[in-house]
Nanobody
Framework: QVQLVESGGGLVQAGDSLRLSCTAS????????MGWFRQAPGKEREFVAA????????YYADSMQGRFTTSRDNSKSTVYLQMNSLKPDDTAIYYC????????????????????WGQGTQVTVSS
């Protein structure tokens, strides 16, 4: 079992940047491919980014490509989501998720592929 705790959300203005963090505990972190998802009010949970256990392979949703970057520090059991040029449409609760995988692979964009989820952190972007 692995526990995930997100942090770094908040209220920002359009065009600002935020960095979200997700820290894991309970199992060797590098055993897990990590993902970021978000959910806006009244909408389904949406894939944002995924990263392999060794941090080399990364995969982004088309709408976030170029603005969002994910990375991880396995020595700190932490995965990051750097969000730049934020827009009001980026307002949502952001979740990190973990799924056991080869360290060379991501778990992709499917919500069901991830076994463990954090509680989420709110990001609000004002216009």
């Amino acid at each position: 079992q692995v526990q995930l705790v997100e942090s770094g959300g908040g209220l920002v203005q359009a065009g600002d940047s935020l960095r979200l963090s997700c820290t894991a505990s309970g199992r060797p972190f590098s055993n897990y491919a990590m993902g970021w998802f978000r959910q806006a009010p009244g909408k389904e949970r949406e894939f944002v980014a995924a990263i392999s256990g060794n941090g080399v392979l990364k995969y982004y949703a088309d709408s976030m490509q170029g603005r969002f970057t994910t990375s991880r520090d396995n020595s700190k059991s932490t995965v990051y989501l750097q969000m730049n040029s934020l827009k009001p449409d980026d307002t949502a609760i952001y979740y990190c998720a973990a799924g056991e995988a080869s360290k060379y692979a991501t778990k992709g964009s499917n919500v069901g592929a991830y076994e463990h989820w954090g509680q989420g952190t709110q990001v609000t972007v004002s216009s």
